[in-house]
């Protein structure tokens, strides 16, 4: 077997986003785990030069481990609007020491114009469920396996873990669960994986120290790929509401408040029992003025998307642990 492995979770443009290093056929690419998508894909020598820029681009002229997968193509559109798409072929894959022989690669042809933009990302690695992924051999869905998926049965556990620093470089891991990096007990909870997202259902709030229920409240996903923690509209209406000089801005696109104003925890239950609770001053996620005097919440409102996506707002003061042996969650204070 594999064992176990770990890789860096290096913050990027104010910690928006994480990128760790990926070794694809021996060339190093710095790419977003997304445990929202199912597909890894790399910005590729087939892009437009103009395109790549100073991005990483994997050359499968240059691996001699690459074989293309014929008449394979993928096409992936994110929540923000982004997407990219092109071919697809297998190749040697190492995270942190652990290694997949025959990982499906996709290679853009065609990125949208926020990942030209984005000069750090090189692509995506997508840990959610494979029946997400949008592989397909020009006339219908042939979706291929996650690295995590082909890693699993030869891990120590079947497990990845999320482990995002507030204000540094964290740590995913595959195979291992580090007991020091969390609190007390892990609460574990069963996911409901057949929307291919880990999904959970989180129904119960409490703004500062006063709880509630929401009765009929969206399920929840952990998604490592979305940087706020987005709630049904109500519930973050309700948060703001204990905000002095909030509002819901319409320009912003989102909820801003005086930089100045004291805000108070945000706790989310996961599941039935667990709430897991993200401190107030961890829930400013940016400046939208020159003067640094309104900021950005961490908290936003999902403007009914009828799903609770739960991003790096809340992995940042939680140690979340992905299992894909049972399929669950497991989530530690920190
Ligand atoms: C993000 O969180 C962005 C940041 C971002 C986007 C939009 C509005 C924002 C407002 C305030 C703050 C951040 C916002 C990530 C990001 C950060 C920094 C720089 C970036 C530069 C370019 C692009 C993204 C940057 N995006 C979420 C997202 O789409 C927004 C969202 N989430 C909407 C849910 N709904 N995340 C995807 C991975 C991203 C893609 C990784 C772009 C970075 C690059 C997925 O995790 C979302 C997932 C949604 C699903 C869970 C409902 C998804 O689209 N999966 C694809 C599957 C296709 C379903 C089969």
Redesign the pocket.
Known sequence: GTGSGTVAAVPE?NA??FLSPVDVGGQTLNL?F?S???DLWVFSTELDQAKIGQHSAFDASKSTTFKQMQGAQFK?????G?GAAGVVGTDVVTIGGVQVQNQAIELATDVSQ??VD?LN?DG?VGLAFSN?N?VNDGTKKTPQKTFFDNVMGDLDLPVFTADLDPDGTGVYEFGKIDATKFEGEMAWIPVNATSG?WQFPSTKFAVGDSAFEAFGASPA?A?T????L?VDQPIAEAYYSAVQGAELNQQV??FIYPCNAQLPDMSVAIGDSYMAVIPGNQIT?ATVDQANTTCFGGVQGNQG?G?Q?Y?DTLFKSQFVVFNGGNQSLGFGAK
């Open positions: 443009e928006a986003l977003d997304d929202g998508s199912s992936i559109s994110y929540g923000d982004s926020s990942f984005d990302t995506l997400l949008t997202f996903i998604d790929g979305t940087s706020l987005l696109g989102g996620f998307a799903i996506i991003g």
